[in-house]
């Protein structure tokens, strides 16, 4: 009985698996088979060789090299500025006392309420004003700090970074950004690991935002890109599957590499909370 | 905590020189707030503001008082934008939290392969929304979807999945439930490692299967996180967007019914997408947004009250 049932919970989880990454499955087959294999009765089911014909008749209808290349430049900028930025006022509010601390911090709390929509046509307003419509600037200086990493790095620096450590640091002379640099970041690297990853997931799969500001179709994010390829009923379904690939590999690629701590951290903070 | 050396520790009270000595905190914390109040603060008075205007973006401002609010209140399309959003978002959250309950349970009896079930199952949660729109679209499609290839060859009747009113519902929902599930399973299980062994252990010893202790011990006991799943996917359900957008295209030039036939794939951010940046209607678009807000907010605070209200029995 307890054998039968140790057997069902692993049959019922592999079917959720399967059920999981079937779509990959199922794009990688469409994307290296012709339209007309995987539409045949029966159908294929099995990877072809057709993937470099499908990915060459993508790229001849919509140019992804360029925005793959401004994607990586926008995601790897942004991931940048919000490990730099978020954990410098992390530090901050989890280690110094300072007058106005309480409620500035209250204050980011509140802003995990505010919905993004609210604000969309007045940040499209302010880019228009500042010249930045159609610019990657206008992807990533708006993201470049947030409420969730401040408040996540705090969580963790609270738990990782002693006090005596920091006293020690001082008494040797060293000043508030030099204790950050050279004490603080070194010790909160795996915090910082999974901050870097959350953030750069984040930006590789916005649309909303890049959708708006870019406005010339020579330059968008790859999200952008991809969603012009399903303009007007295409039907040629390997073609399309190939470039969503495109879009998809990469990121797939950076997340199995880092995956175990990942998926751990990124659920522990709703029990915290 | 740590004072800088020079304010005098206890003494609280600090002048404006004293103030100033905290220079280096303020200026640490500063990029945050600067980029805060451009982009997020000034936005959101802005649109409040912009939401009693008539403005095309271009040419001059007028004051209409509540006149967008007005034609909202009358507007039948936002309205069934909302009905559409709702059905979706139930369509969608009922299933994905049940499911994600039961693959939680299961993940906690496993005793191996619990790395690679994880990391599995969390995987579609990262995956572009955009892509896998792409592919729901293509395995769904009336002609020659995967889907209806399947239902035509154990001899049931095909569905129309993008085109009638309710498969369209339907496909959005499945979508969103595959993306949720597993993001959800991984809090709950997450949330169980924090119960104490004891208890079950006491349960069984009273004779509870493991039915009886899922609903009896396991349910309750998840009640705070199950409240935060909740409120995470109403807020987050609410404003589904780039599933439809993607599915049925925004070009109102090629596609009049953005949202699909008969515009049942029309939520209400894809409305005030459209409103807004298709239309360029930014006093109505910024109404609809503030409604969108408070209908949002309304939700949340209700399903707080029933979720919470009912584990208290």
Redesign the interface.
Known sequence: MTRF??TL??V??GL??L???F??Y??VV?ATNTTRD??A???TFIPGTHLIDNVNTVLANVDLLAPLVNTILVASATTALVLF??T??A???A?????GRRV?FGL?LG?FM?????????????M?ELGWVGSLKALV??A????FG?FWMRQYIIGAVP?EL??AA?LDGA???RI?WSVVLPIVRPGLAFLGIYTF?AA??D??WPL?VLLDPNKVTL?VA??Q????QR?D?SV??A??LI??VP??AV??LF??GF??D???G??R? | MIRPRTAGAGTGRAGRRGVLRYWPQYLAISPFYLLFTVFMLFPVLFSLYLSFQRWDGLGEMTFVGLQQYRFLIEDATFWLSLRNTLLIWVMNTVPMLFFALVLASLLSAAKRFKGFYQVALFIPNITSVVAIAIFFGAVFSNQYGLVNLGLDAIGLPTVPWLSHPWAIKVVIATLMTWQWTGYNALIYYAGMQAIPGEIYEAARLDGAGPVRTFFSVTVPLLRPIILFTVVISTITGMQSFTEPQVLFGNNNAVNPNSGGPGQAGLTMVLYFYRTAFNNNDYGYGAAIAWAVFLVVMAFTILNWRLVSRRADK
């Open positions: 049932r140790g919970v692993h019922v989880l959720a698996v059920l999981s990454l779509p990959f199922w794009t469409m995987v539409f009765d029966p159908p930025l978020d410098l006022a530090f901050t509010f280690k110094y006392e300072f007058p500035m980011l802003l505010v919905p993004a929509q609210l604000s969309l046509i007045p940040q499209f307003v302010i228009s200086i708006p470049a700090a947030n409420a401040i006090d920091l006293e001082r000043g508030f950004f950050y997931i590789w799969n649309y909303v708006i999200q991809l969603s390829l399903n303009v007007g039907q379904y399309l599957m470039g969503a879009g998809i990121l797939i997340f199995t995956a175990r998926v751990s990124a659920t522990k709703a029990i909370g």
